[in-house]
Structures are given as C-alpha cells and as structure tokens.
C-alpha cells in the first residue's frame, strides 16, 4: 500500500514538473509584451502598449505576418489539393507495387529533408528562377510536405464506402465531379488535418524562406523575428515578444477553430 503511494505521489510530481515546464514559457509570452521593460523572468506585468506602437512603427514586422499568411495559406491548399487527388487515385486503383511505392515517397520524404536537400532545391530554383519569388517557395514546399500527406489522407479514402462513389456514377457523374461531391464531404475532417498541419510546418519555417527570399519585404515573420536582435546578438526582448505573441494568435486561432469545427483524427470519418 505504501509502495503505491508513493509512486503516484511520483507520478503526480513529474506531471507537475512537466506542466510547469511547458507552461512557464507561454507565461512569459502573454506578460512580457505588455510590459515596459520585460526580462527572462516571468512577472506580473504593468499593461503598458508601447511594445505593441513599437512593432507597428517597424517598417517590416506586419508585412512579413502577411507574407506568412501567404505562404502557409499558399502551400496549404496546394497539398491539400493535390494530396486529396493522389490518395483517392491511390486508394481506388490497384497496380503493382502501389503499396511499395507509398512508403518508399513517406520514407524518402523523412530521410531527405530540407536542410539535406538544400544545394539542390537552391540550384533547381536558381535555373527555373525562382529565386526571391514567392510562388517558387510555395511550389517548394508543397513538394516537401506532399508524400507525408498523401499517406496520411489514402487511409481516410479507404474508409469511404465505394458504394456511395457507384450510385454517382449510375446518374452520370464525372470521376471529378465524384471526388468533389461525394469522396471530398466524406474526409472533410481529414482535409481539414492536413491543412492545419501544412500551414504549421510553413508558418514555422526559417530555412527555405531565409535561403530563398533575398528581398526583406517578402520574407515572412519566421525570417523578419531573426532580425529583432541588436547588433551585439541580444534579443529585443519588447519587440520580440510582442512580435512573437502576435505571430503565435493566427496559428492558435485556427487551431482552435478547426478542433472545434472537424476535430483532428487520423482515420475516415465513416464507420462501416
């Protein structure tokens, strides 16, 4: 009786210990921007918004949330489009080697990432110049997140009943019209993941925008937060703060938005 007591007092204090270790730090970030002069400690703040007139009279921190939004909003609907296409023609035609050939782009895509490939997406986008263009970059990273979502959305295409796809086809539907009115409300939930998903993996990327993207104006808010830094290398702790707690609120909201909305799951949406 004793032992076990004190194991779940152990199990308590850990998961306590890993709260406070995940939560301290989104403290920090909802105080510090609202206070004159923040520090690395989280303390009560004085509910000044002169950090906030800072951020909004510097000459590049609100275009590059735009650019952010573009590139993320972007290279979303990209994968989400043509992950959506590739994982129904996948899941409903059978060739050999097709099973072979999923894992073998899912393993390729974790093994050859980004920074792995960086000389050569540069040197491809240099002879295609796509250097300093914003589409170049959205076409690049639609190419990097594409095997991962395709396997992710072919298992949601499987759980949708082909009974519904024939009785389409009876009253003369198009393959296109099939998969826009009878497969896409099926998985909507998991169109709806994998756009949440690829928005965040863009939303947070530095590499490819930095090594891309010469033109300050055009580089997004992962690149531009770089920059709030003096020329010593300290941060600015107000301005980045209040640029880090403004760049954080899209991303939450629409998580938050499609949790409540579809919810996050990883299988189909009907049960057979």
Not at 80 to 98: I, N, Q
Not at 174 to 198: D, F
Not at 249 to 254: Q, S
């Amino acid at each position: 009786m004793t032992r076990h007591i004190v194991g779940r007092i152990g199990f308590y204090t850990l998961i306590a210990l890993l709260t406070a270790f995940f939560t301290v730090p989104l403290l920090w970030l909802a105080a510090a921007p609202f206070t004159s002069d923040p520090t690395y400690e989280v303390s009560l703040p004085d509910f000044t918004f002169t950090n906030f007139q800072a951020i909004l009279e510097h000459p590049y921190a609100l275009g590059s949330l735009y650019n952010s939004l573009l590139l993320a909003v972007g290279t979303a609907v990209l994968v989400v489009l043509l992950a959506a296409l590739a994982a129904y023609a996948l899941s409903r035609v059978r060739m050999p080697g097709r099973d072979a050939l999923l894992y073998a782009l899912l393993l390729l895509s974790s093994i050859i990432t980004g920074t792995a490939a960086m000389v050569p997406l540069f040197q491809l986008a240099v002879e295609l110049n796509l250097i300093d263009s914003q589409l170049g970059l959205i076409l690049i990273l639609t190419g990097g997140l594409l095997p991962a979502a395709i396997f992710m959305l072919k298992d949601f295409m499987d759980s949708t009943p082909k009974s519904y796809e024939e009785s389409a086809r009876v009253f003369g539907a198009s393959p296109l019209q099939i998969v826009g009115h009878v497969v896409v409300p099926l998985v909507r939930p998991g169109l709806a993941t994998i756009g949440v998903w690829a928005i965040a993996n863009v939303w947070g990327n530095f590499l490819m925008p930095y090594l891309l993207l010469s033109d300050i104006e055009k580089q997004p808010g992962a690149v531009i937060m770089f920059t709030l830094y003096t020329e010593g290398g300290q941060a600015n702790l107000p301005l980045l703060s209040t640029f880090g707690l403004l760049y954080s609120v899209p991303v939450v909201l629409m998580y938050l938005f499609v949790s409540k909305k579809y919810g996050f799951r990883f299988h189909g949406g009907i049960k057979r």
